[in-house]
Each structure stands twice: as C-alpha cells, then as structure tokens.
Nanobody
Framework: QVQLVESGGGLVQPGGSLRLSCVASGRIFSINDMGWYRQAPGKQRELVATITGGGSTNYVDSVKGRFTISRDNAKNTVYLQMNSLKPEDTAVYYC?????????????WGQGTQVSVSS
C-alpha cells in the first residue's frame, strides 16, 4: 500500500506563487510517472502536469510558462511550482503516482489540496 500526502495549497492573490508538494510513502517498489490533476467547481478533473521517472515533463497549455513540475526520486516526492497564478487556477489539486511492483501497475492518489487565487 502506498500513501500520497499533499501540502502547500492556500489562498494567494493573482500574480502570486505557491509550491505544492506530494510525498509518497509506504511499501514502495518503483514509481514511474507522477503528476498533478486539478478540479475546479463544476468542471471535470484536468491533467495539469506530468513527469516521468527520467524527468521528462508535460503540461496543459494553460499553465505552460507559469508552472514547473519536478521530482526528487530519493524522497519519492513530486513538486508543482506555480507562478503568475490566475483566478482560473483556483481548484483542488490532486497528485498521483504510477506505482510499479514489477508485475503490476497501480495509480495512487493524494487527498487533494485547495488552491484559491483571489484578490
């Protein structure tokens, strides 16, 4: 069993910055992709950013140039640095990790952290 715990959400003014963290713990064999989704009220969950074990990244167009995803494999941690935040970035942000035991994969999710961008 693997647990993901997120932190770093909060209320920030437009143009501000936040850094989200997500730590995986438990009986970990290997983690492939990690990433972040978000879900705003009344909207579908949206993939924000992903990062492979080798460090390759992908972003949804709306956050390119503003958000940066990174990871520390030794700490089983993924980060999301969010700069130049906009009101439309307001959402609950969920991290995920693709856990690989060598014979099966399973996607684990964090509990979510609220990000609110408002003046």
């Amino acid at each position: 069993q693997v647990q993901l715990v997120e932190s770093g959400g909060g209320l920030v003014q437009p143009g501000g910055s936040l850094r989200l963290s997500c730590v995986a713990s438990g009986r970990i064999f290997s983690i492939n992709d990690m990433g972040w989704y978000r879900q705003a009220p009344g909207k579908q969950r949206e993939l924000v950013a992903t990062i492979t074990g080798g460090g390759s990244t992908n972003y949804v167009d709306s956050v390119k140039g503003r958000f940066t995803i990174s990871r520390d494999n030794a700490k089983n941690t993924v980060y999301l640095q969010m700069n130049s935040l906009k009101p439309e970035d307001t959402a609950v942000y969920y991290c995920y990790a693709d856990h690989d035991t060598g014979w099966t994969h399973f996607l684990y999710w964090g509990q979510g952290t609220q990000v609110s961008v408002s003046s």
